[in-house]
């Protein structure tokens, strides 16, 4: 590795299991000291945790068990990072929860579950990041970083799943939003939208049904890996994304070009 993250600090939720946790190696491998943020340290997939993995390697990690849709948790998971690190110079915004149902199916909960978790998250997440990365000094041009992984059905329909979906058009609305309204203060947002990718995680996802219709979608001969996601999400953390904010970067294999 190249070390494109040396000493930056970086804060990743959903960093235990899936795209979070390819994430969190990534960018560990490139050197970056990072506080890992989720619900709880087991990997969904299965595997020595990510923290364990991570801390055997070598790789300066922490944890801070979060709820991201809670407002104390976030401020606390932002104050933890500073306090072991100096500073906070990246945001991952990768938590996310769906409930594989459609309008008629999802109940109220449900619908408040995913909104609170998928989109008052990043809105929770952020807004303690951008506070905290408005009093820090600028560096390579920037204050800090905020990456967050939206989805291919932020922009077009996800079937069976109104909740999601609605929550991943917001997070790419929001994107836009911090981008705009912080570009003037050296705060940088970007975001990855994955298509289908294969992390290994139980569920509705694996189904064969979702697997047949994903394949007949994406033109490349592949379905996505945790690690495609987390190569771009490199780059967008990384200082070689110069003057550009407000992006949202597929990672979809050609889906949405099709």
Known sequence: ?????????????????????????RFAAEGARLMLADLTPEVREGGIPTLELLRAEGHDVAFVQIDVASEDDTERAVRQTVDAFGRLDVL???????????????????????MAVNLTGVFLMSRAAAR???????????????????????????????????????????????????????????????????TGKPGRANEPRWMEYSQ??????????????????LFLASDEATFMTGENLLVDGGWMAA
């Open 216 to 233: 007949r979608r994406t033109p490349m001969p592949r379905l996505g890996r945790p690690d495609d996601v987390a190569n771009a999400a």
């Open 132 to 198: 905290q990365m408005l009093t820090q000094e600028v560096r390579n041009e920037t204050r800090g970083r905020i990456v967050n992984i939206s989805s291919q059905h932020g922009m077009i329909a996800c079937p069976e799943d109104i909740a999601y979906g609605t929550s991943k058009a917001g997070v790419v609305y929001m994107t836009r939003q911090i981008a705009a309204d912080y570009a003037g203060d050296y705060i940088i947002c970007n975001a990855v939208a994955p298509g289908k990718i294969i």
């Open 92 to 114: 991952v915004n990768d938590a996310a929860i769906g409930t594989g149902k459609r309008l008629t199916d999802t109940s109220l909960q449900e619908w408040e579950r995913t």
């Open 1 to 25: 590795m190249t070390g494109r993250l040396a000493n930056k600090s970086i804060l990743i939720t959903g960093a235990s299991s899936g795209i979070g946790r390819a994430i969190a190696r």
